[in-house]
Structure formats: structure tokens, C-alpha cells
């Protein structure tokens, strides 16, 4: 059974930092690509970072230079290290795997977890 749980998410002031976590089990984590996305009330969801099983990153124009994507493969790990928050960052971020070979697998996605940026 495949799972991915995130967890590090919470209310935190405009300008501070907070740090996610999202533990993936049930697949071959280094043959996946992890993203992890925002969706705030009202919006579409969208990507906010992305790293490739070989450790390329890309992150949505937003959160470049605030936020960074890691990932643990021997911990089955994905973290985003997200600083100098502001209130437009405030959603519920989910991560989710891609297989890195496109076609041979199914995508995955966690339950998320909110991240509220107010003072």
C-alpha cells in the first residue's frame, strides 16, 4: 500500500520559516519524482517545487529564492524548507511522486498540510 504522509505544517508569522516533511512508503522512492503543491481557498492547486529522482529542482516563480525542495532517498524522505513566508503562502501543501520513467507507474498524493502565514 502506497503512502505519503505529510506533517511540519502550522501557523507561523509573516517573514518566518517552517519546514515540511512528507514520508513516502509502499514504492521504490528513488524511481519517483516528488513535487510538492499548495492549494489555498478558492484556487487551483499548483506546484510549488519540484525534484527529479537525480536531484534537479524546479520551483514556480513565487517561492524562488525562498523555498527548497531536498529529498532523502535512503529515508524515503521529501522536504521543502520554506522561508521569509508571507501571507500569500498560506494553503494546504500536499506532496505528491511521479514515476521519473513517464508511463510506468501511477502518481501518488498525501492529505496535506495546512500552512497558515498570519500575524
Known amino acids: 500500500q502506497v503512502q505519503l504522509v505529510e506533517s511540519g505544517g502550522g501557523l507561523v508569522q509573516p517573514g518566518g520559516s517552517l519546514r515540511l516533511s512528507c514520508a513516502a512508503s509502499g514504492i521504490i522512492f528513488s524511481m519517483y519524482d516528488m513535487g510538492w503543491y499548495r492549494q489555498a481557498p478558492g484556487k487551483q492547486r499548483a506546484l510549488v517545487a519540484f525534484?527529479?529522482?537525480?536531484?534537479?529542482?524546479n520551483y514556480a516563480d513565487s517561492v524562488k529564492g525562498r523555498f527548497t525542495i531536498s529529498r532523502d532517498n535512503a529515508k524515503n524522505m521529501v522536504y521543502l524548507q520554506m522561508n521569509s513566508l508571507k501571507p500569500e503562502d498560506t494553503a494546504v501543501y500536499y506532496c505528491?511522486?511521479?514515476?521519473?520513467?513517464?508511463?510506468?507507474?501511477?502518481?501518488?498524493g498525501g492529505q496535506g498540510t495546512q500552512v497558515t502565514v498570519s500575524s
Open positions: 525534484i527529479t529522482s537525480d536531484g534537479g529542482t
Open positions: 505528491r511522486a511521479v514515476p521519473s520513467l513517464a508511463g510506468s507507474g501511477a502518481d501518488y
